[in-house]
């Protein structure tokens, strides 16, 4: 059974039909060509799915694509329509990513932390992130980037 | 005082806007096509079992399903350094979760649910769950036809047993020494099983084209030598190297989880059975714990003899692995361990016996560290508990007996220039070393650890590395390497290294993930080899392009060579300070002269690199006469710790860590090795930890049960030191240390417990759990 949904994607109004079961991240890749949402562990703990809807990080994993009808759903593609933001320049300064997977995840709850509170501690970014895993760089060159670009 | 204008600077990374910008392709980004089918595995739900029979006829119905095969359809055996692997189980399976067959569908959930309905018939045999149960009195032997099975010439399989290799190092006489040394402590050290836990899973996709060309795309650290395993596995089906194609997209993570060939051979065998139709196959995340390489676990037995005035006389070090089902990777882990196994210290009489021990687990592999952060936790545990018996500082301990330039190593080649001293004394001095501190909280207390560290590339003594690099129009250019960039920042040093060469900005240099047909030979993306090896063959490459650049002027010009030299992308000469021209005006379209005609044409360097002083052959009983490893990368580390004495919780207010690479041709991604690495060596110390069931079934295969660090658990301070005493034969001086930071973070912490505590934990992982429970021991006692 196929329903028809109507979302906002990436500013960009969408018409898809969707079965009841299928999942958000596997319509937004598979369906909709859209790569930087990732699949890690396909039970909600990794972070590498993330996407926004209505500006709140969410695991795209863990969502049936019908529950974005009317929604407005963000990728890390979306976010960059007038060239990268401030923040992923500062990502790009501090070398913060290595193999980069888990980059988009992390962008998009950094980008959201920002939004609520314009100047976080430390802790707030750690808090910030911590449902973003990173097996790469320790995570303090990625703290050190959003530190630098608030303070 | 530095010379060099791209060396030794911390360039911005030439991977990090295509990783910032969710534009990096990995291998499930790639688009195959409508025509894509999907692959899923038939997995063996007993650890040790016969194969009667396999009934493919209930899910060959289901509508979609293209087509299924079994071990039938490939009976050849592989590996890397043993052959001693299907592609699918044979007659019997030897871990819970082996592949026995595949369903190939048009989609993954056809595949998926068809592969359900594959019923296999097993007869269920006795798991061998541990060594002790694998070296037994007449053990279940798990591989019967061990004594046929080819292997490299530095193996030493002992037939009718379970040891697939036994790695023996002797120099002196230790029993002589150990009655001679005023002090011998003897002890026994466990390490269980740990998972990479790279982000992105394995996967890979395979194309046999109507034309017989196999290509075959992979999650991978290893193209080349994938490549040769693909070719070598599938020969008998008519495949010859030439007809073999790797490409290898931006990979989420590897840490030696994604070196060798796991299960991408499933992609390039499933391949030959679809003609046509690329099929593609990626491991659940559970799959990713359970089926592919995992750090083998070891139990070791340490006996060091040591003299009053804190001369350690002798070390006896017997090291039995943990290394599943399969070790042909993985028995080159405890060869690796088992030459190196003093650690960085001078020891005059030594018996090292590295067991490799096949067991009904799943395959042991490589994983960052190689063998070294396993024995190093016992091995810098056993030197503190020596340091304590003798009351003499553990510090000034080690500087006493640290291993320094020409001193001997376990197999006879001289140790190279290294700077573990400063690294010592830059550790101490950053921990404040022998300041007590107290925490504000009673039920509190604080204590500090500190450990050297050391390791080698393990490779064979052949392997190499090779590079292409050709200039563009406008005098920026493509090097083509065929190292993988998982994430350490290769790509980044490759450019700069050519740049420091050439003159040619980093921001004008391309480097990207190679494809086999295009990219020259490199072995593999391990051994923290590739800044060395591959940057070697860079270097060159970029001379001899620079080489032709002055030969074409002198040509065309009428200068002499030894007169020119490169700077600001021209070729500019000592003599006539005028003379300034721009690569780009010749480096493609050459050099025009009076009568019209040209000189020159597009320049292309090429480079390759081999250690040609190594050698794995040596003496099989005392490993005296070869010179298996090509340098060792040495340092030191420290951690202050706080530990609740009621709950066992440790917090980590500081962790220092340095390390010699040669020359850090990067400082930052120097540095980012190290907060990463040392992350991820603590995580294995406080909390990592792989837990089987009685059968042999893997139990915590999910990052909610097998917890990694997330950005809470950091400590609160990390603090990296370069040290740089220049590698003589590497890259601006330049040897790796991805691999070492990661090492010594179990035994600093465990030295930091005892410290805190008085308290001796000699089983990984040192969980708040098991320290609550041992000063309750010793509280009740």
Redesign the interface.
Known sequence: MKKEISFLLNSERRTIDVSASEILLEVL?DRLGL??P??????G??G?CSVMINGKTVRSCLILAIEVEDQEVV???GM?QSG?TPL?ES???H??????????GV?LSTTELLAKNPHPDKEE???A???????????????DAVIDLVK | MDEYKFVGK?S??V????????A???I??LDFGPNLLYAEVVESKFAHAIINSIDISEAEKIPGVVKIVTGKDFPFRFGLYMHDRYIFAQDRVRFVGEQVAAVIARDAVTAKAAAKLVKVDYTELTPVLSVQQALGDSPFLIHPDLKDYHHVPWFFPQTNSNVAHLRKVRNGNVEEAFADSDFVLDDVYTVPRYA??????HGAVGLLDHSGRLTVWTASQSPHTQRHLFAEALAPLGFQHKDVRVITP??????GGKAGVSMEILGAALATKVKGNPVKILW??AQEFYNTYQRQGVVARLKVGVKNDGTITALEHTLYWDAGAYVEYGANVVNAAGLSATGPYRIPNIKIDSYCVYTNLPPGGPYRGFGYSEFLFGLESHINELAKKIKMDPVEFRKKNAIREGDRLTYGSKMNPNGLMEAIDKVAKEIEWGKKETSSDPNKVIGKGFSLFWKAPAMPPNASSSAFLKFNEDASLNILVSGME????YLTVLAQIAAEVLSVPVEKIRVETPDTDRNPYEWQTVASHVTWGCGNAVKQAAEDAREQIFDLIERAKGKKRDELYLEDECVRSKVEKDFSLPLKNFIISGIQKEDGTFRGGPIIGRGMFMPEFASALSDPETSQGGHPNVHYTVGAAAVKIEVDKQTGKVKIPKVVLAVDCGKAINP??VN?QI??????GIATVLYEDMRFDNKGKLINA???DYK?????D?PDE?VPIIIEVAQPDGPYGARGMGEHTMIPAAPIIANAVEDALGIRIKSMPITAEKIALAVKNRNEN
């Open positions: 890749r790569n930087s990732k699949c890690g562990c396909d039970r703990d990794c590498t990728t890390l593609e960059m990268l992923q990502f790009l300064k070398n913060s990513f290595q193999c980069g997977f888990c980059a988009p962008i970014i750690q808090e992130i911590a449902g973003n895993l990173c097996r790469c760089t320790g995570y303090s060159p990625i703290i | 911390s911005v990374r991977d990090g806007k295509v990783k910032i910008s969710g990096a392709q990995f499930d980004d990479h836990c790279a982000l992105e899973v931006f990979i989420g993570g590897g840490f659940s995340r998982i994430g350490q920042g930052d991604l980012g907060t990463g690495g040392i992350l991820q999910n990052f909610s990694i660090p997330t950005a809470m950091i990390v």
